[in-house]
T-cell receptor, first 111, second 114 residues
């Protein structure tokens, strides 16, 4: 079956670094996405990984290990506006490239 | 920057009524999607649409749901006879391709069924 796990909630301090983990099980892995979602708003794209390794984009980086079914999103130099939910989603080619979503990790940034 | 738009932003309807949620995808995108997010829960895939037909649908997308691209710009989701449990945020998304393509989400329509 398909399953995506990520922590429900994390707390971090402004200016610090936080790592949000995501583990997944899917039969037809075809890429992993990270989205940011502020309360009451739509998800916005952060990153995409399909090959193993680290993808860096400004303050945000995303890592993928396909053999371990594992990804993380790394946020550096945290700002108060980074308080949001972070959604891990996996594309499944055996489901016609449908995105399977995790429940999201609510990140709380404290001053 | 091009964006996906959705109307209305909030729709209140009575149980058993039909609703149509409207979306205008990004103009050069070819793949269109509807997602649902019940308050406090995860995003759930409903349906994907390509080349004027449904390419994939989830178990949630039963006979009460339908999608249509009535013209070159709009993409609609119809719920024929709404139930209380249909109350959710409905997001439309579009992408230029299928594989690695990022899906761009609209701002959503909050549907409240009373």
């Amino acid at each position: 079956g398909q399953n995506i796990d990520q922590p429900t909630e994390m707390t971090a301090t402004e200016g610090a670094i936080v790592q949000i983990n995501c583990t997944y099980q899917t039969s037809g892995f075809n890429g992993l996405f990270w989205y940011q979602q502020h309360a009451g708003e739509a998800p916005t794209f952060l990153s995409y990984n399909v090959l193993d390794g680290l993808e860096e984009k400004g303050r945000f980086s995303s890592f993928l290990s396909r053999s371990k079914g594992y990804s993380y999103l790394l946020l550096k130099e945290l700002q108060m506006k980074d308080s949001a939910s972070y959604l891990c989603a996996v594309r499944d080619k055996n489901s016609n490239y449908q995105l399977i979503w995790g429940a999201g990790t609510k990140l709380i940034i404290k001053p | 920057e091009p964006e996906v738009t959705q109307t209305p932003s909030h729709q209140v309807t009575q149980m058993g009524q039909e609703v149509i949620l409207r979306c205008v995808p990004i103009s050069n995108h070819l793949y269109f999607y509807w997602y649902r997010q019940i308050l406090g829960q995860k995003v759930e895939f409903l349906v994907s649409f390509y080349n004027n037909e449904i390419s994939e649908k989830s178990e949630i997308f039963d006979d009460q749901f339908s999608v249509e691209r009535p013209d070159g710009s709009n993409f609609t989701l119809k719920i024929r006879s709404t139930k209380l449990e249909d109350s959710a945020m409905y997001f439309c998304a579009s992408s230029a391709g299928r594989g690695a393509a990022e899906q761009y989400f609209g701002p959503g329509t909050r549907l409240t069924v009373t």
